[in-house]
Each structure stands twice: as structure tokens, then as C-alpha cells.
């Protein structure tokens, strides 16, 4: 059923507000005059429309309308060299679009947890002090992120001797030390196991329950899709389809990109996780956590 | 210390030291030793204007380092030939044309060595001023963009997420560090400046756990390389300068060695 989804994104949201842009700062881009034809939503923490982006004389964003508001996970998702990350660099301001509107909530703290982050072993740095580039804040507050993310015992530890999950952990615990009003993750589970990544997704759900704040998330794992996302966006350059998780997975589109196995495994996560594999695959019944510790 | 021309030294050297080890770290970091080297081989050029127009030399090395590091950081966003490649062609060419035109100024007596490696026992109480004013003019721009300038040296996007201002930062430590050269190239001359920068910073690598550890651990060795480098080109005749930068060259190896050691193992 095709009208079960939202096409484009967020026509069901354009409530004449009009151009009133009270909250925040725009950025105008490509030929003055030419407008979007959609408004920005202006309860949206930030609010795209109409982005394009062409490098070395390749499409890579065409006409993407995007809104992420206050307690909404929003998560992306589609295929390799789909302009997942591009999209990414360009709502936070990396990266300029040819054409398009962006608005951002004015004052609004970002979390970022990039996809690629290579640690330079030229710079000596703790886990604590890493953390503390986000915002400065007390060694109390510093040990609860820490702790939230599973990683108060790498306290002290140099960033260069982390394994990669423990180093997306440390990042996120970077991002959430900002007290963000919006959490952006590219790719937060790269690296990490199946395991680690149902807590992963617990811990975001959990975060965005107490403190309100919006989530865009960003995956090309197409197995396990939050079951929390508010709304997925399957994007291939531009948007295909988007959606409530469930509804996404049964879009003609969504199948025609990833094909029919993706979409039978789609949104698996919320009923599959009663069991761990060990190092040798092999299954053992487990509980699901609702709260992460430190691991061993 | 009844010399005054070696207490100069020392002081001109130990103030070196301490400006050239915090801003050694962040050329270590960034990755900008070759850079540092274009600036400093450029400066040469700034010593045969001084010469010809009759100019303070640290003045006029200052106006031509400044001027070439803004040129770098232009053209550092072309992408027609590897940077690195483009550092090493403007490097020498710097150098050559440095060499050539002082030598056309001041005629095939002039005493070139003084420039390329330095002259830290000709150090005048004019220099000493010039070494304390920048030298702390240097040290309070990097105290005033050490946490920006950390963070976009770990992750440039994130710091720039984060709401750091990239570009500005870089300017300023650009601009910095071609006064720091300025400073460096009458004390141990432009072959050696970008030495007396980055191997401080080396050596305190392996000892440090922050990045101020590393600052401090650096300003240590380079204080001590001046005091025994001068001591030994005193007792022993050799040039000051390359004694300095031969004693880092030992802090260096002697602080390395139990890495290496380990991870051989």
C-alpha cells in the first residue's frame, strides 16, 4: 500500500508557516529567487529542502527534503555511494550544497559521531581528555557519559590503544558530553558486533527518551533498522522512499534498491535479540539489556 | 658565563626552545614539517631584501615568511600536484633563489653559512629583544587557540560540527609559526629552524600522555639541547647551531629507543 507512505518526506508537515524563519539563521544557496516549493518546517531542529550536490560532475544529492524535530529519530539508510554521509556533512554545515535551503534551530548543539575517525598516534590523548574537546565539563560529568556508553574503564586509557568498538563508544560518549539538542551518527555500529549493536540502540532510544533530544542516524545496514526510528529515510541519491520502519520496508522502492531478502530482513532488531552468538557463531540465550555497563 | 656574547646565546637559545615547543607539537601533529622547511628556506629571500634595502633582517625574513605561508595556505587547496610535492619544488626554488640573491648583494665573500645554519654567538641585544617580544607574542596566540587548534589537529569535521572556526585557527597558527621562524633563522639559520621545531616535540612523544605533557616534555629537551649544544661547541669548537640540533637528534634516539625496542619484541 503505497499511500502508507510519505511522498516526499514531509509534504504531510508543510503547515503554511511560510518563510517565517524566526528561529534560526538560513542559508541560501543556488539562484536567488528560485525558492523550494516546500516551506521549512519551523519546529524542526534543522530543515532541508531541495539540497543538490554534484561533484566532479556526478549528481550525488538531488532534491532532498529533510526535517529532523525535537524526540524524533530519524534514520537514513540506503546502499554505498548513496550520498548517505554527504548528506550528513551537509546539514551540519561541512559541506556547502549547489542549491537548496538549510535552516538550523538557532544555538543548536550538535552531537557528531563521524564515520571516519582515524586516531593519530602523533597525539598523546587520553579517553577522558578526548571527551572533553566536546564541551568543557567536570571529571564527574565526564565518568557518568563514560559509564552510560560502557566505557568507564577506559578512563585513562590512550584513544590510539582502543579496539574499534571501544572507540565509537568513547566518540559517542564525546557527542552526548554536549548535551545535544540534536545527535547525529554515521554508521555508529561499523565494527561493531551484532550484540553491541542492539545495546548501541538501546542506549540511543533510552538517551532520547530522558533528554528529548532529535536523532539522525545513518546506516547501511539494511539487516537491522531501529525499530525506534520515527521515520526512515532509504535514500539512493535522492529520496526513494521514507517512511515508519514497517512501512518503508514494504515499499516497492525500497525493495527495488536493496531487493526482496533486505526486505523480508528488515526491522528484524526488535524481536530478534533473544540470543548471542559466541566467537564460534554458536547461539546462547541471553537477555536483552535495557541498560549497558562497562564491558569486560 | 663571563662571556657576554655566550650568555646571549643561551638566553636567545633557551627562549627559542620554549616558543618552539608547544608550537613544534602542533607542526608534529599537522603534519606541517615540510611546510615549516618552505617557510623557513623562503626566509632566505627575506635576508638578501634585508641586505639590499639596508632593513632589520628578522623584519624583512618576518614580512617574506608571513607572505609565503599565506601563499602555501592558497595554494595548499589546489589539487593539480600533491602538496608535498608542490612543499619540496617551492622549498628549494626558495632556497636557490635565496642563495643567488644574496649572493648577488652582498658579492661571493658574504658569509653564507651564517644564514643557512645560523649564527647563535653573533646574537645581538637588539636580537635578544626581538626573540623575547615575539617569542611572547607567539606563545600568548597559541595559548589563545590551543583548544580549537587541538581539536581540529584530532578531527578537523568534527571540531568544525562542533561549532570551532576552522579556517581562522589555521591562520593563526600559520601566521605564528612563520614568526617563529623569523625568529629562529639569525639563531640556527633556515636549514635547521624546522629541526629545532620538530624534534623536541619527537623526542617527548613517547613520554607524554597529553598533549601539554608533550609541550612541556619538549620545552625540556630543547632547553637542555641548548645548554649542552653550547657547551660542547664551546669546549669542542663546532658550530653552535648544529651542535644544538645534534644533541636533540640524541634526546630523540635515547627517548625512542625503549619503544622501539618494545614493539620489536
Known amino acids: ?296 | 658565563m663571563s662571556e657576554p656574547f655566550l650568555l646571549r646565546a643561551l638566553l636567545a637559545g633557551l627562549g627559542l626552545a620554549i616558543v618552539a615547543a608547544p608550537l613544534g607539537c602542533f607542526v608534529v601533529w599537522r603534519r606541517m614539517a615540510y611546510y615549516g622547511e618552505t617557510v623557513a628556506q623562503a626566509g632566505l629571500i627575506g635576508v638578501a631584501v634585508g641586505l639590499a634595502l639596508s632593513l632589520n633582517l628578522t623584519a624583512s625574513v618576518l614580512i617574506v615568511t608571513l607572505a609565503v605561508s599565506g601563499l602555501l595556505v592558497v595554494l595548499s587547496r589546489q589539487q593539480v600536484v600533491p602538496f608535498d610535492t608542490l612543499l619540496g619544488l617551492l622549498a628549494h626554488a626558495a632556497l636557490a633563489l635565496g642563495v643567488i640573491a644574496a649572493s648577488l648583494v652582498r658579492g661571493p665573500q658574504l658569509d653564507l653559512m651564517a644564514f643557512l645554519f645560523g649564527d647563535i654567538f653573533a646574537i645581538t641585544y637588539v636580537d635578544l629583544r626581538w626573540i623575547t617580544l615575539g617569542g611572547l607574542a607567539a606563545l600568548a596566540a597559541l595559548a589563545w587557540i590551543w583548544r580549537p587548534l587541538l581539536a581540529l589537529s584530532v578531527h578537523e569535521d568534527l571540531a568544525a560540527a562542533e561549532g570551532t572556526s576552522t579556517e581562522r585557527t589555521k591562520m593563526v597558527f600559520v601566521l605564528v609559526l612563520a614568526l617563529v621562524v623569523a625568529i629562529a633563522i639569525k639563531i640556527v639559520g633556515v636549514l635547521l629552524t624546522i629541526a629545532f621545531l620538530i624534534m623536541p616535540a619527537a623526542a617527548a612523544r613517547p613520554l607524554s600522555e597529553t598533549p601539554e605533557q608533550m609541550a612541556l616534555f619538549a620545552a625540556i629537551f630543547g632547553m637542555l639541547s641548548v645548554a649542552i649544544g653550547l657547551f660542547l661547541s664551546i669546549s669542542l669548537d663546532t658550530p653552535g647551531g648544529p651542535s644544538i640540533v645534534l644533541m636533540l637528534a640524541v634526546f630523540f634516539v635515547v627517548s625512542i629507543f625503549p619503544t622501539v625496542l618494545r614493539r620489536g619484541r
Do not use: W
Open chain 1, 1 to 296: 500500500m503505497p499511500d502508507e507512505v510519505s511522498l516526499p518526506v514531509l509534504s504531510r508537515h508543510g503547515h503554511g508557516r511560510g518563510h517565517e524563519h524566526a528561529h534560526g539563521a538560513e542559508y541560501h544557496h543556488g539562484v536567488p529567487g528560485l525558492s523550494s516549493p516546500l516551506a521549512h518546517d519551523a519546529d524542526a531542529l534543522i530543515s532541508a529542502r531541495a539540497l543538490e550536490l554534484a561533484r566532479g560532475g556526478r549528481s550525488i544529492l538531488q532534491g532532498i527534503d529533510i526535517d529532523i524535530r525535537a524526540g524524533e529519530i530519524v534514520t537514513v539508510i540506503g546502499p554505498n555511494g548513496a550520498g548517505k554521509t554527504t548528506l550528513v556533512r551537509v546539514l551540519l554545515g561541512l559541506e556547502a550544497p549547489d542549491a537548496g535551503t538549510i535552516v538550523r534551530k538557532e544555538g543548536l548543539a550538535v552531537g557528531y559521531a563521524p564515520q571516519r575517525f582515524e586516531v593519530d598516534r602523533a597525539i598523546p590523548l587520553t579517553v577522558v581528555r578526548f571527551v572533553s574537546m566536546g564541551r568543557r565539563a567536570s571529571a564527574e560529568e565526564i565518568a557518568r557519559i563514560l559509564g552510560h556508553v560502557g566505557a568507564g574503564a577506559l578512563a585513562e586509557r590512550q584513544l590510539s590503544e582502543l579496539s574499534g568498538g571501544e572507540l565509537q563508544r568513547v566518540i559517542l560518549a564525546r557527542a552526548l558530553i554536549r548535551e545535544p539538542a540534536l545527535l547525529v551518527l554515521d554508521e555508529p555500529v561499523r565494527g561493531v558486533d551484532y550484540a553491541g549493536e542492539a545495546e548501541l540502540y538501546t542506549l540511543i532510544s533510552r538517551l532520547r527518551s530522558e533528554n528529548g533530544f532529535g536523532v539522525l542516524l545513518v546506516s547501511h545496514d539494511l539487516h537491522v533498522v531501529m525499530a525506534q526510528s520515527d521515520r526512515v529515510i532509504c535514500l539512493n541519491r535522492h529520496v526513494c522512499c521514507s517512511g515508519v520502519p514497517e512501512s518503508v520496508a514494504q515499499h516497492p522502492e525500497y525493495e527495488r534498491l536493496f531487493g526482496p531478502q533486505a526486505a523480508r530482513a528488515f526491522g528484524l532488531y526488535h524481536h530478534q535479540h533473544d540470543h548471542r552468538h559466541d566467537l564460534a557463531g554458536e547461539p546462547h540465550p541471553s537477555r536483552v539489556r535495557d541498560e549497558t555497563g562497562p564491558r569486560s
